[in-house]
C-alpha cells in the first residue's frame, strides 16, 4: 500500500506514520509526508518519503497522488489563523482540498481518502448535546471550510472518483509539541507546559465545557475510518466522532491532583474575549451514536487522557515541580 | 436602490424584475440582469440594464457588482446539468458563487444578498419531514454546490462583507417557458405543455411526492429576504421555506378537474430511472417553521398553484381541448 498525508509534518500525520509502520497486518511499501515544512522527529525509514508544496498549487500534488491507495488529508490552516487571515484559509482549507479531490480523480484508480474535519463545523443556536444529524452552522471561517470539505468529499465519493470519508474530530487534547493558531492550543497548553515547568496562559474561564479526544484516540479513529468497508458509510460520508465533555476547571484539577499544585500554579489566567467567543461557539457534547455503533471510542475520562499523554510524550514520568 | 439579479434572464429573475418595477415602496434606480444571455420578454423600461457574461470569469461581475445595493443571485447550472456536467456545475455554482461574493466585498459596502438555494441540498436518510435544523447530505453535485453556496453566504455576512441570505426554495410549479435541465422540469411540463395543446412526458410514477411552491411565492419569498432586516437572521442565515407536499397524481387529477380528461391524456407516462432517482433523493415535505415565523407563506393547494399559472400565463383563460 502506498500511503499519501498531507500535512503530515503534523503531529497527528507523524503519529499516524509511526502507527502505520509499526503495524504488520498492513503492508506499507511507502508513505509520502506532503506539508509546507519537511516532517521532523520521525525515526529514519526507507519507506518515509517527504514531499513539501503548497497544497493549494496547482499540480504540486500531483505527483504524490498519481500512486496513492490511501489518503489521510490532513492539511489545514487551523482556525484562529483562519479567522486571522480569510483568503489563506479559503486557498488552504477549500481550495487545497479541491486540488487534493481533483488530483486523486485524474488518477482514475478511486483511491480511499479519510478526510479530518472537525466539530467546528458546528456553531450558533446548539442543543445540548449535538445528534448525529444537527447540521452545521459554522460560526468561524475554519468551520465553514471543514464544511465544505466534507461536501466536496461526499460528492466526489458519490461520483465515484474516490472513496472517501470525513470525520468530525472533537478538540484533540493534549497535544504534544508547541502551541498553535488553533483557538483550542490552550487546551493542551495548560496541561502540556506546567507538566515541563513552564507557564501556560488560559484564555477561557474554569467553567468552559470542551469536547476532546487523545492523540491515540484520534489515531485510532483515522485507521479505523479508512479500513471500514464502504458499505459501512452508506449514504452519508461523514461521521461525528465521540469524544468526552470536561470543563477546564476538571482538566486543571486532574492534573493537580497527578502532579501537584505547584505545577498547576503555573497557568496563567488570562480572558481573551476573541478566543473565548470562538470556543463557546464549539458544541461541548455529541452523541456520536453512528460512530459508536461504527466501534469508534472516546477516552472514558480525562484521567486516562492525561496517563497517555505522561506515557507518551514524558516517558511515564511526571516531573517533580521545581 | 441599484439591483443586480444573476441568472436575471431566467424565468424567476424576470418575474422578480416586474416586480420591482411595480413596486412604487422601493425606489430602484438600476437593475442589472446578470446573465449568459440578454433577458427577454420584458416590458421596455429605462432602468432595466442587460448584461452578458460568465459569472465563473474572473472579473465578470466586478462592475455590476461595483455599486450594487441589493443583490440576488439566482445564476445556476441546474439539476440535471450539473449531474451531467461536473466540471461545470463547479465552476458555476461554487465558483461563481465565490467570484460573486468577492466582488460585493471588494466593494467595500457591505451590500446585502439574497442567494436561491433549493431542498436539493437534502438527500440520503430523510425524516418524514425536515426539520429547520436538519442536516444537509447532498445526494446530487447541484445539492452540494448550493450546500456550498449557503455556507459561502453565511460566512461572507459574518465576516461583515456582504449582508447575505440563503433561501432553500422548494421545486418551483409551474414555470412557464420551456422544460430546463432541472430533474424536476416535468413537475411543470406535466402542466403547461398540455394546457397548451403540447404533449408532456412524465418521467416518475403518480405516487411521486414533491414539495412545490408557486412563482409568485417564490417572487414574495425572494422579496421579503431582501426587505427582513438583518436581526431577523440571527446566527443561521439559511432559510428552509414553506412549500405544500403533492403527488404527481395529484397535481394531473387536479389538472383534470380544471382542464378536462383531453387535457391530461396528452401526459405520457415514461419511466427514467435517472431523474427518479434524482427526485427521489429529495424531501417532499418539511416543516419550515422558522421561515412561517417570519411571514413567509405556502400556496395553500394545488388548485391555487394551478389558478396562478392560468392567470398569469394563459391570460385568466382554460384553452378548450383540440
Redesign the interface.
Known amino acids: 500500500m502506498r500511503v499519501l498525508i498531507t500535512g503530515g509534518g503534523g503531529f497527528i500525520g507523524r503519529k499516524l506514520t509511526q502507527a502505520l509502520l509499526r503495524d504488520d497486518r498492513m503492508p506499507v511499501e511507502r508513505i509520502t509526508l506532503f506539508d509546507v515544512v519537511p516532517a521532523e522527529g520521525l525515526p529514519p525509514d526507507p519507506r518515509i518519503e517527504p514531499a513539501t508544496g503548497d497544497i493549494a498549487d496547482r499540480g504540486a500534488l500531483d505527483d504524490a497522488a498519481a500512486d496513492a491507495d490511501l489518503i489521510w488529508h490532513l492539511a489545514a490552516v487551523v482556525s484562529a489563523g483562519a479567522e486571522a487571515d480569510?483568503d489563506l484559509g479559503y486557498r488552504v482549507n477549500v481550495d487545497g482540498t479541491r486540488r487534493l479531490l481533483e488530483a486523486l480523480r485524474a488518477t482514475g484508480r478511486r483511491p480511499r481518502v479519510v478526510f479530518a474535519s472537525g466539530f467546528a463545523v458546528f456553531?450558533?443556536?446548539l442543543?445540548d448535546a449535538i445528534t448525529d444529524?444537527?447540521?452545521?452552522?459554522?460560526?468561524t471561517?475554519y468551520g465553514?471550510q471543514k464544511?465544505?470539505g466534507e461536501?466536496?468529499v461526499?460528492?466526489y465519493s458519490?461520483?465515484g472518483y474516490v472513496d472517501g470519508r470525513s470525520l468530525r474530530l472533537p478538540t484533540i487534547v493534549v497535544r504534544p509539541g508547541k502551541p498553535n493558531r488553533a483557538a483550542s492550543t490552550f487546551a493542551s497548553s495548560i496541561i502540556r507546559e506546567p507538566l515541563t515547568g513552564q507557564e501556560a496562559i488560559c484564555p477561557v474561564g474554569r467553567d468552559t465545557a470542551i469536547y476532546i479526544l487523545s492523540p491515540r484516540r484520534v489515531v485510532d479513529g483515522l485507521l479505523r475510518a479508512m479500513s471500514l468497508p464502504e458499505a459501512a458509510w452508506?449514504?452519508?460520508r461523514?461521521l461525528p466522532l465521540p469524544g468526552i465533555t470536561v470543563t477546564v476547571g476538571d482538566m486543571v484539577d486532574t492534573l493537580e491532583r497527578v502532579a501537584g499544585r505547584a505545577v498547576t500554579d503555573r497557568i496563567r489566567w488570562q480572558p481573551d474575549p476573541v478566543i473565548q467567543r470562538i470556543v463557546a461557539s464549539w458544541p461541548a457534547r455529541a452523541e456520536a451514536r453512528r460512530a459508536r455503533e461504527m466501534g469508534f471510542t472516546d477516552d472514558g475520562s480525562f484521567d486516562t487522557i492525561l496517563a497517555a499523554h505522561i506515557e507518551d510524550e514524558l516517558g511515564g514520568i511526571v516531573p517533580a515541580a521545581q
Open positions: 480569510f456553531g450558533g443556536d442543543p444529524d444537527f447540521h452545521p452552522t459554522p460560526q471561517s465553514t464544511a465544505i461536501l466536496l461526499a460528492d458519490r461520483k452508506g449514504m452519508n461523514t
